[in-house]
């Protein structure tokens, strides 16, 4: 049974920066292309970034050259650099694999972008 645990998230101000951290537990981490995924209030979850096994990566074009997707498969870990935040960035963040599966989401980690 495969677990991730996302951390980072808090509060930041407009055009502050957060880094994202994403632990996965069990085996064939390396395998899998990563995502990250955002869920505002009121609003379907999001593929925001994904990655794959040999560091492609792609981006949807509201984050397009503030997130920087990334990954360490020997710590079993994935990011999500985020710079220049907006207000509409505010979300709960969550790592799952692209596609998604159902059972591997966790707990998120809240990200908000306020004055």
């Known amino acids: 049974q495969v677990q991730f645990v996302e951390s980072g998230g808090g509060k930041v101000q407009p055009g502050g920066s957060l880094r994202l951290s994403c632990v996965a537990s069990?085996?064939?981490?390396?395998?899998?292309?990563m995502g990250w995924y955002r869920q505002a209030p009121g609003k379907q979850r999001e593929l925001v970034a994904g990655?794959?096994?040999?560091?492609?990566?792609n981006y949807v074009d509201s984050v397009k050259g503030r997130f920087t997707i990334s990954r360490d498969n020997a710590k079993n870990t994935v990011y999500l650099q985020m710079n220049t935040l907006k207000p509409e960035d505010t979300a709960v963040y969550y790592c799952?694999?692209?596609?998604?599966?159902?059972?591997?989401w966790g707990q998120g980690t809240q990200v908000t972008v306020s004055s």
């Open positions: 069990g085996s064939d981490f390396r395998a899998y292309v």
């Open positions: 799952n694999p692209v596609p998604s599966t159902s059972s591997y």
């Open positions: 990655i794959g096994s040999v560091d492609t990566t």
